[in-house]
Structures are given as C-alpha cells and as structure tokens.
Nanobody
Framework: QVQLVESGGGLVQAGGSLRLSCTGS????????MGWFRQAPGREREFVAA???????NYADSVKGRFAISRDSRKNVVYLQMNSLKPEDTGVYFC????????????WGQGTQVTVSS
C-alpha cells in the first residue's frame, strides 16, 4: 500500500506560480500512473493532470499550457508546477495513484489548499 502526502499549497496572487509536491511512501511510485485532482468549494472533484511517463502525460483543458506534471523517481515525488494562476484555480489539490490497468485511482493524499487571489 502506498501512502501519499501533498505539500506546497498556499496563497498566491493571480498570475503567480506554485509548485505542489506529492511524496510517496510504502513503495516506489515509478510504474504507477500519478494524477492530480482538485476540488473547489461546493464543486465536485475534477481531474487536473496525470502522468505515466514523461511522454505519457495529459491535462485538463483548463490548465493546458499553464501547469506541468513531472516526477522525480529518486525522491519518490511527483510535482505539479502551476504557472499563470487564476482565481478559478482555487481549491484543494489531491494527488492519487493507480496502475495502468485500473480505472479508478486506488490511493489518495489528504490534499493541500491552493488559494489564488484576484
């Protein structure tokens, strides 16, 4: 069983940047699909980005060109670099893990709050 802990959230002005980290423990994250999701107040959780390999990444249309997902296998960490932040990016950001054959993500972190002020 893998445990995930997110960090790096905070308060930032519109146009600013943040880098979120998702640190895994219990087993290596390499070989898994890693995803980032977010949930704004009063809204359902939504997909943000996912990666399996550097060549196999995908993004929600709302963050394409602004966010970048990457991983450091030596540190067992997955990052979400967020640039040109907008107030609508505000929410709790979660990382999650699954195998390529699974449909649903199997393990989730506790989330980190991102607040973008206008």
């Amino acid at each position: 069983q893998v445990q995930l802990v997110e960090s790096g959230g905070g308060l930032v002005q519109a146009g600013g940047s943040l880098r979120l980290s998702c640190t895994g423990s219990g087993r290596p994250l390499s070989g898994f699909v890693m995803g980032w999701f977010r949930q704004a107040p009063g809204r359902e959780r939504e997909f943000v980005a996912a990666t399996y390999t550097p060549q196999a990444t995908n993004y929600a249309d709302s963050v394409k060109g602004r966010f970048a997902i990457s991983r450091d296998s030596r540190k067992n960490v997955v990052y979400l670099q967020m640039n040109s932040l907008k107030p609508e990016d505000t929410g709790v950001y979660f990382c999650a893990v699954k195998t390529r054959s699974e449909v649903a993500y199997r393990s989730w972190g506790q989330g980190t709050q991102v607040t973008v002020s206008s």
